[in-house]
Structures are given as C-alpha cells and as structure tokens.
C-alpha cells in the first residue's frame, strides 16, 4: 500500500519538469533581453547623443564663423563666397547600410580637418593676431578634431564586428600655392561645405538613432 502511494509521488515531479524547464528558459529570455537593451543603450543610446551634441554645436559655430569670416575678408565677400573649388570635399554622405553610411561620415570629416588647418594658417597670415576670426576658426578646428575621435568611438560602439574607421587613406588632396584673393575663394569654400557637411551629419545620426538604436533585440531562444 505504501508502494503504491510513493510511486505517484515520483511520477509527479516528472510530469511538471517539462513546463517547470520552459519557465525557466522564458525568465531567462527576458532577462537577456533585459540585457541586451541596456547593452544597446549604453553601447548607442549615450555615445550617439554626445555625437549629436558636439555636432549640432559645431554647426551652429560654423554659421557664426562664415558671417565673420565674410566680415574680416572685404567688399567682394559674398560675391567670391559663391564660388566653388574641386579640391574641397563636398558634403554628402554615401552608402547604402548605417554602417557604411556612419563610415562615410568618418571618413569624409576626416578629409575636412587638413583643409580647415589649412585656411587657418592662411588666415593667420592676413590677419591681425587678435583677429576674432582666428579665435573662431581654431575652436572650430579644434572642436572637428574631438568629433572626428567621437565618431569613430561611435562606429566601434555600434559595429563592434566590423574594421573600425581609418585616418584618411594617404595625403588630402590640397590645392597647389595661391595668391590672396584665390586664398579668400578656397576659405570660404571650406567654411560653407563644412556647413553644410555638419548640417548633413546630425541629420544622419537623427536616423541612425531611430534605425539602429532602437531596434529590438533579436530573439535568440525561439
């Protein structure tokens, strides 16, 4: 008789352990999930907005910097601000993934600094050592300088499998030597492209934030 009554007492913990194993397995997705979110927050969510930040600051910098840089260069400012220069990176970002596209931001900020450098020191030669234009034009120098380093720090973050972003491949192509006036066409050019270049950027990191940031978690048990 008391054969008979241990006997179902096995058989019970037998029968549950099967839905006892498919809680336990549902606790632990969530708890990955719960993990991979705060993973994606810290790794996306904070670098991106930092991202973000700096850019947005250079940008409005930038357009405060171009009023002063056609105030400092003389009557015909706007008329030689409209020109052009095949040398000067121009502002649109390719690619068709985030990554690439996050890349081409890198790589084409990474064009920019040598030019920017470059309109410094010719600037520095025109004007006055307590210019404000040269204040402006070496804190925005400056500022690209950190953001180029952010933005690599970001593709890293949120690409980890992929080859992290490279310095410019090879020299910048620059232009050759130039008189006064052709130095004054090449600033402005740099200084209006950067614009729009910046402008660009926080656009692409806006969508980056929606697309990769916020993606849910891939379900990785069922």
Do not use: W
Not at 14 to 29: G, N, R, W, Y
Not at 164 to 180: F, H, K, L, V
């Amino acid at each position: 008789m008391i054969g008979h009554m241990y006997f179902p007492l096995l058989l019970q913990p037998t029968k549950s352990f099967p839905s006892a194993l498919l809680s336990l397995l549902l606790v632990m997705a969530v708890h990955s999930s719960r993990t991979v979110s705060l993973s994606r927050s810290q790794n996306c969510g904070i670098p991106l907005q930092q991202s973000l930040k700096l850019t947005r600051l250079i940008h409005k910098e930038s357009v405060e910097l171009i009023r002063t840089y056609k105030a400092s260069q003389g009557a015909m400012s706007e008329l030689f601000c409209k020109s052009s220069s095949s040398e000067v990176p121009q502002p649109k970002i390719s690619g068709l993934e985030p990554s690439e596209r996050l890349l081409s931001v890198s790589s084409i900020l990474q064009s920019f600094l040598p030019h920017l450098q470059r309109v410094l020191e010719q600037q520095t030669d025109l004007q006055s050592p307590s210019s404000r234009l040269l204040t402006e034009l070496s804190n925005v120098r400056n500022r690209s300088t950190s953001l180029a380093s952010v933005i690599s720090c970001l593709y890293q973050n949120l690409f980890p499998n992929l080859p992290a972003p490279e310095p410019a491949g090879g020299p910048t192509q620059m232009p050759p030597p130039q008189n006064i006036f052709q130095q004054k066409v090449y600033g402005c050019v740099v200084l209006r492209r950067f614009k729009d270049f910046l402008l660009n950027v926080a656009r692409e990191l806006r969508t980056l934030k929606s697309r990769v940031c916020r993606m849910p978690p891939a379900n990785t048990l069922f």
